[in-house]
């Protein structure tokens, strides 16, 4: 049984509070993804996510495709 992972990312160019919503959006389509949350003000994305389903590349690449970079935050 695969226990849960978090991932702190955080978001390249965000311009507006708004431009957060596409990517929890993408986010949170993804099978494995448990849950997402945003700091608008830090730029910063957390996903909790099961690593037996998905993982670091396929969170990254969802980013990617909504317009935007991360960069993983140690934690």
């Known amino acids: 049984m695969s226990t849960e992972h978090r991932l ?6 965000v311009p507006c509070a708004s431009c957060i919503v596409p990517i929890r959006r993408s986010l949170e389509r993804i099978t ?11 730029d910063l994305v957390l996903v909790d996510y099961d690593p037996g389903v998905t993982d670091k590349a396929a969170i990254l690449t969802a980013i990617k ?8 935050v140690a934690s």
Do not use: E, F, Q, T
Not at 8 to 13: A, E, N, P, T
Not at 32 to 42: E, F, I, P, R
Not at 65 to 72: K, N
């Open 32 to 42: 494995g993804v448990k849950w997402v949350g945003a700091n608008v003000v830090l």
């Open 8 to 13: 702190k990312l955080r978001i390249v160019g």
């Open 65 to 72: 495709r909504s317009g935007y970079d991360a960069v993983p």
